[in-house]
C-alpha cells in the first residue's frame, strides 16, 4: 500500500527529512513517532503528494508520489495536525463540499456522510455550525472528512493532539473503528501511549531520519533487552541467585524480591516456581515487569543523540 | 482542469463571505449607503448652483467612485484567501484534495473577484438610479450610455487588478499581517488611478480613458496569468520553513551572479565561483541563446516601431524632434563632456527601466529600443522629403554609433523583458523570488560587462567619428 524509498526532502538549504524508507501493507497500522520537528508531518505531506520530494520515490495505493499526485491524492484521507474545519458551515454541508472535491456524486456523497456521521455519533449536530463543536466533535468531523471517500490509505497526523484525555479516548475509539484488512494506516503522533494503543509496528523519527523500526514487542526486546519478571517469596532466602543461575538472568535480589530476565517465559516460570518451592523458599507472587514504549523511545532518542553529539564535536 | 471542483471551491468561498457579517454589514454600507450620501451631496451642490456644466461631469466620476469603494474593501476578502486559510490551518485539507493547482487558484480568484464585481455594479446601479430619479434631465444628459460602460468596465477592469494582485499577495505570504502591509502596493497605485481618471471624466477624455481601460485589462489578464504560474502546493507549505530574509536573498542573488545556469536551477546548485573568462567564452553565448524569445520580440517590436517613425512623417509634426532634425548637418564639436553625456544617458535608462521591470513587467524596458527605432523611422521619412534620399542622414547619423548601440539597448530590453516575464512563469524549481533574482542577476551581470562596455564605445564613436561622417555626407 505505502513503499517509500530513501524519501529527502530540503527547504533551501533546510534538510527536513534525510533517507526515510518505510513500507506499510494492507491492513498494517504504522506509528511513526517522535518530537516535534522530527520530521514526520514532512514525511506524510510527501507521501500525500502535498509536497514533492528532493530526492527518492514513493507509492502511495499504487501510485508514484511525483508522477501521478492527484491520483495519490484521490486514494489517501489525510487528517491534518489540526482539523482545519469551516467553523460557518454545518457538518453536513462541511462533508458535502469535500465529497464534490473528492468527485463523489451528490448521491453518493450524501450517503456516505450520513453514514459517518451516523457512525462517529454526530448525526445530531449535523445541522449545527462547526463553529458549536467540541474539540473532539471537531477531530471526529475531520476523521469523517479523511474517510469520506473510503481510501485504502490513511495518514493521521498528530490525532490527538492539545486534546482533553476524554477527546483523545473518543477519537483513539474513532481510529480503532478504521482497522480494516484493506487499509493502510499511518499514524503520526509524539504520543507514546497512543503509539503502543493503536499501532502494528512503529517506527521512530528522530532529525529526518528513522532511528528504529519494528513491532512494540521487537522493539523493546531489541532495546530493552528480555521480558523482565518480578518474584515475591515469603521470606528471603540465601543463594537464589546460584539456585536460578543458567536459568534466567538475575537482575536484582533484594531481600524477598528477584527480578530476572527470560526470553522463554512459558518454559522457565513452573521450573523457577518448583526450584524455589523444593528448596523452602515458597512464592507469594510471580509477575511479569512492564516495560515501556517510553523506555524504549528514550533509549533510542538518547543513542541518536549520544551518537550526533561526536559528529557535532 | 474540471470546472466542478473550480465551482465547488468558488461557492464555499463566497457562501463564506456573505455569511459573515463582519465583512457584508461595510460592504452593503459601501454598496447602498456611500451612493445615495454622494447622490444627496450632488443634489445639494446643484441647489447652489446655477451652471449645471461642471456637475454633468461629476456624475460619472460619482459613478466611478461608488463603484471603487467596495471593490477595494473588498480586498480585505481577496488578500486572505490564502493566507487566512492557511493562518486558520484550513489550507492544508484542501491541498490534499485531487484537484490542480489551476483548479484551486481560480476557484479562489473567482470567489474573490465576483464579490467586489457584484457589489461595485450594484453600488453603481444605485447611484444611477437615485441620480435618474432625483436630477434635472439636463444633468443626467452626463451620463451617456457609453459613459456608463465606460466607467463600469473601468471599475471591473480595477476591481479585476486589484483582486488577482490580492490573491498574488496572498499565496505568497506567511501572515494575513504581512498581506495587508503588502497591500499598500495595490491600493496605493490604484487609488491613484481613479484620481487620474476622475480628471479625465471631468475633462471628457474618454479616448485616453479607453487607452487606460485597455492597459487595465492587460495588466489584469497578466497579473491572472502571474498568480496561476506561481501558485503551486509546494511553494505555500515550504513557506512554513522559509522566513523572509535579506541574508537569503542576498546569497541568492550572489550565487546567481557569479555563473550562469539556465532558469530553474536553484542557487544551492552554483558551486563555481565567479569567473570572467568563463562568463564571455562560455557562458554569454549560452545567455544570448537562452534569451533569444525576448530577443525575437524585441527584434520584431523594433521592426514594427521603425515602420510606425516612418509612417508617422507626413500625418504628424513632432515638435521637438523637427527642431534636432533640423540641426542636422550642423553636429556639435566633440568632446569628452559629450562622450560622458552619452554614455551616462544610455546606461541610466537602460539601468532605470530594468530595475522597474518587476513593476512594470517590462514594458519600459521593451519600449526603449522602439522609441530610438521609431525615431529613426521618423528621421528617415523627413530626410526623403527634404532630401530626396534617406542615405545621408542614415550613413552619417544611424550607421556609425548605432550598429553598436541599437543591439545593446535591444539586448537591454530582452533581459528587462525577462524580468518582467520572471512574474508571469515560473519555471519548475524556482519560486517566483528566485525566478525575479534569477533574471535581476543576469541583468546586473550583462549590465557590468556587455551593456556598459558597449555604451561606451557607441559613445565615443557618436561623439567623435559620427559628426565627421555627418560633415562628410552633408557635405558642410
Known sequence: ?313 | MTSSSIIAVARREMRDTVTDWRLMLPVLILTFVVPLLLQTALMFLLSYLNENSTIIHLIPFGVLLCGFLPASFSLIGALESFVGEKERNTLESLLAMPMSDHELYLGKLIAAVMSPMLSSVLAMLTFTVLIMFNAPAKVIQGLTPWLMVEMVALVMCKAVVMVAGAVIVSSHTTTTRAANLLASLILVPMASMVQIEALLVIAGNQRTLACILLGLTVVACMLIRAGMSAFNREDILSREHAGFSFRKIGWSFKRFFRAYHPAGVTPEHYTESFSLGRFYRRELPVLLWDYRQPLFVVAAGSVAALFVGFSLWGTRTIHPFDAILLQVGHPDAPSWQAVRQAFMGDSYVSMLVNLTAPFSFGVFAYLTPLVSFAQIGYGVGWSLVHHGSFWPFVLGYIVPHSMLKLPTLMLSAALGLRIGAALLYTPKGFSIGQNVLWALANFLKVWLLVLLPLFFVAAMIQVFITPQLALFAWGT
Open chain 1, 1 to 313: 500500500m505505502i513503499e517509500a524509498m530513501d524519501l529527502h526532502k530540503f527547504f533551501g538549504d533546510f534538510h527536513a527529512v534525510r533517507g526515510v524508507s518505510l513500507h506499510v501493507a494492507a491492513g498494517e497500522v504504522l506509528a511513526l513517532l517522535g518530537p516535534n520537528g522530527a520530521g514526520k508531518t514532512t514525511t506524510v505531506r510527501m507521501l500525500s503528494a502535498i509536497l514533492q520530494p528532493s530526492r527518492g520515490s514513493a507509492r502511495v495505493a499504487g501510485f508514484d508520489v511525483v508522477a501521478d499526485p492527484q491520483q495519490v491524492r484521490a486514494h489517501i484521507g489525510l487528517l491534518t495536525e489540526y482539523p482545519g474545519l469551516y467553523p460557518r458551515m454545518n457538518g453536513l454541508d462541511y462533508l458535502l463540499f469535500f465529497a464534490k472535491l473528492l468527485h463523489m456524486p451528490l448521491v453518493d456523497g450524501r450517503r456516505r456522510a450520513e453514514q459517518l456521521l451516523k457512525q462517529f455519533g454526530l448525526w445530531e449536530a449535523r445541522e449545527r455550525k462547526i463553529d458549536g463543536y467540541s474539540k473532539g466533535m471537531k477531530q471526529k468531523m475531520a476523521l469523517i472528512r479523511a474517510m469520506l471517500h473510503d481510501p485504502p490509505v490513511l495518514f493521521l497526523d498528530e490525532p490527538t493532539t492539545a486534546m482533553d484525555p476524554q477527546s483523545a479516548r473518543t477519537v483513539r475509539d474513532a481510529i480503532n473503528e478504521l482497522r480494516s484488512a484493506s487499509r493502510a494506516i499511518v499514524l503520526c503522533t509524539h504520543n507514546l501511549a497512543e503509539a503502543e494503543v493503536l499501532a502494528d509496528r512503529i517506527a521512530v523519527v528522530r532529525d529526518g531520519q528513522i532511528v528504529a523500526q519494528g513491532s512494540e514487542v521487537q522493539l523493546k526486546a531489541e532495546l530493552l533487552g528480555d521480558p523482565l519478571w518480578e518474584l515475591h517469596m515469603v521470606e528471603a532466602g540465601t543463594g537464589v541467585a546460584q539456585l536460578l543461575a543458567g536459568l534466567v538472568t538475575v537482575e536484582q535480589v533484594d531481600g524477598a524480591l528477584l527480578r530476572y530476565r527470560t526470553p522463554q517465559a512459558e518454559a522457565v516460570n513452573p521450573l523457577i516456581l518448583e526450584r524455589l518451592c523444593s528448596a523452602g523458599l515458597p512464592v507469594i507472587a510471580l509477575s511479569s515487569v512492564p516495560q515501556s514504549l517510553e523506555a524504549v523511545y528514550l533509549r533510542i532518542v538518547d543513542a541518536a543523540e549520544a551518537e550526533r553529539m561526536p559528529q557535532a564535536a
